[in-house]
């Protein structure tokens, strides 16, 4: 069976979803096909993952100020992960039902189903019944997100990724993490709160590779303050189970744990889609090929989200389906990567936009450093540590800024004030032209503007 539709999205998560919104606005018959309504969102990750990590937020200042504070009988405090999980359930469901609601408000029609292009312009849908129908279209998002990659490190029954991770039902009393990236020190610092023994290990010489080596030593020293033990240069070949633990083999040595896992990245989740069928063509990573405007080797297919490893966060999702989306309705704009900020919801927050300071030398840019170290202003309620650090890149000669990099509390809010004031090229004699939030950002920009 044929059908024929203008605009067609295939995954529908977050990037999915809102390009389905945008199209839709316009007045355009748009068509979304997902394995699962909302995506990774809605299933194993953001959501249940935001629930846990509140509850070990929750549950570690409970923990302090019990401690500290509190006088009297209260020992034996556990949490009860079965009434979380069925907090997480809950609340994939909710979110579940508020994206089958939008998309119906925007008269988005949504098929539950598996897509792979049948030709350039042609995709078939593979619905719960195994029937197979193929659609004509005019333009094509991939939204497919990614996916963890099976890993040959380990040959054991249970799945060690992050899905494990969330449906876990009990605390283990030691956990090695293998990947110190965002998400592996995200988990690293969950179990801290509950007060797991925690090693994290990373093939790097650093945590947070991705971040400079200034906030990334900073980092490490935190984390180390924090009890966590942080193992570098170890790349761990194999993982073995023996009697109730796990050890996880490198040549630089082994690590012994309860319970262990991995996270070592994820990848695009494009081996479904028969990319070749339509002409999109892959480098030599095996990634979609697309320029800067998001569109495919196949002009009328265009990418967003995680599929496209620009970034794999949320406000990558929302942004990038806005600029395709735009794009596939005639508009011709490309995506600003100087503007988008990368936040770790981990004890410390670690924040960044921008460019770093490496980058800034290698396009050969007269450039400045500023670093800022703030005390611990917020006593006992700044759980991550003693300090806040920055460091900001900017130009010497107008006196812009063209990065920032921060770990601490309030970190995130800083980036994302940065992210306006990088866009908006305001420099830094316009710094005090704004009133901050008192002590943290307000005692941060005059810093910055009395010493630039
Ligand atoms: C543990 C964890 C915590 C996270 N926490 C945060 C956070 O705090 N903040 C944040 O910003 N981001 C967070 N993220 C990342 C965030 O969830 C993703 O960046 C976001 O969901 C990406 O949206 P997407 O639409 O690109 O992909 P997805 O949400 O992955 O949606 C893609 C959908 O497409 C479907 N699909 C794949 N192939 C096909 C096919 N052939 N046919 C039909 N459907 C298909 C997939 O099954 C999936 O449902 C977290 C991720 C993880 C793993």
Redesign the pocket.
Known sequence: MSKSVDYII?????????AANIISKSGKKVII??????????????T???VL?NFSKSFEKFRMVKDSYISGDIENVALDFKKIKKLVDSNGNKSKKSFLENMEDCQVEFIE????FSGSNMVD?TTGENQVVTYKFKKCLI??????PKSSLYNTKKNLD?AA??NMEELPESVAIIGGGA?GV??ASFFTRFGSKVTIVEKNDRLLPIFDPYISKKYEDTLKKRGVTVVTNHDITKIERVGQKYIALSDAGSIESEEIFLCTG?VA??S??MLESAGINTDEKGRIIFGNNLQTDNKNVYV?????HI???????YY??MVAAKNMLGADIEYTSEILPV?I?SDPEVAMVGLSEEQAKERGLEYGVFKYVFGNIYGFANLSGAQTVIKTVYEKNTKTFLGIQAMGRGANDLIAIFAIIIKLKLNVEQIPDFVYIDPVFNEFFNEVAEKL
């Open positions: 295939i995954g529908a998560g977050p990037a999915g979803a809102c096909v997902g394995k699962v309504l909302g995506g990774s969102h809605c299933s194993i990750n953001s249940s993952s935001e990590v189903g598996s897509a792979c849908i939204a497919t997100g990614a996916v963890a992050v991770f969330i998400l995200e988990v994820i989740a494009i479904e889609l967003a989200g995680d599929v496209s970034m794999m966060n949320s406000s990558w999702a990038s389906a936040y919801d």
